[in-house]
T-cell receptor, first 113, second 113 residues
Framework: DSGVTQTPKHLITATGQRVTLRCSPR?????VYWYQQSLDQGLQFLIQ???????AKGNILERFSAQQFPDLHSELNLSSLELGDSALYFC????????????FGSGTRLTVV | AQSVAQPEDQVNVAEGNPLTVKCTYS??????LFWYVQYPNRGLQFLLK????DNLVKGSYGFEAEFNKSQTSFHLKKPSALVSDSALYFC???????????WGAGTKLIIKP
């Protein structure tokens, strides 16, 4: 157990639908990052939150949005889903400071049919 | 801008032989470098990091990495490969501005019995 919890682990949904992925960061970590990983592909950075505020944005589609709540958990909302959105979605958390690496959750596998 | 390159999409090694997974980086200041491993359908796991000090960094599962400032490289090594080392390996460098990790594209390591 890495300390970062992602739910659900698997999600199957139809095109056009909306889903919400949830992430609880490791205790004490203020930063949360969301990544998308398609089959056998690298990591595509989506968005970063720090202590409730958006800190950085990557290649996140307008159909996707995220937020971080006062208790520091984060949610990634994916709407108007397309087949191409099928992927592994990872959440990671980190402490504040250059010395810290990331701690990753086990991911949510989203399948759009 | 900071960047990381993993020049090999795939590395094949026979079990028992030494392995090297290459990583080069570009940063404007002092580099903070990381290696992560991803097993199939799992989240990324931290292997080791270089912050400062000794150029040879030892990490988990018998892996080590050598920091070479003149060649701007941080290659991952292991003296004797195991079949269980087969996985996807990611190199990353810290962006000091917003503490975001910049990721390489990943290298698939295949260890053949």
């Amino acid at each position: 157990d890495s300390g970062v919890t992602q739910t659900p682990k698997h999600l199957i949904t139809a095109t056009g639908q909306r889903v919400t992925l949830r992430c609880s960061p490791r205790s004490g970590d203020l930063s949360v990052y969301w990544y998308q990983q398609s089959l056998d592909q690298g990591l595509q950075f989506l968005i970063q939150y720090y202590n409730g505020e958006e800190r950085a944005k990557g290649n996140i589609l307008e159909r996707f949005s995220a937020q971080q709540f006062p208790d520091l958990h984060s949610e990634l909302n994916l709407s108007s889903l397309e087949l191409g959105d099928s992927a592994l979605y990872f959440c990671a958390s980190s402490g504040q400071g250059a010395y810290y690496g990331y701690t990753f959750g086990s991911g949510t596998r989203l399948t759009v049919v | 801008a900071q960047s990381v390159a993993q020049p090999e999409d795939q590395v094949n090694v026979a079990e028992g032989n030494p392995l090297t997974v290459k990583c080069t980086y570009s940063v404007s200041g002092n580099p903070y470098l990381f290696w992560y491993v991803q097993y199939p359908n799992r989240g990324l796991q931290f292997l080791l990091k270089y912050i400062t000090g000794d150029n040879l960094v030892k990490g988990s599962y018998g892996f080590e990495a050598e920091f070479n400032k003149s060649q701007t490289s941080f290659h991952l090594k292991k003296p004797s490969a195991l079949v269980s080392d087969s996985a996807l390996y990611f190199c990353a460098v810290r962006d000091g501005g917003n503490y975001q990790l910049i990721w390489g594209a990943g290298t698939k390591l295949i260890i053949k019995p």
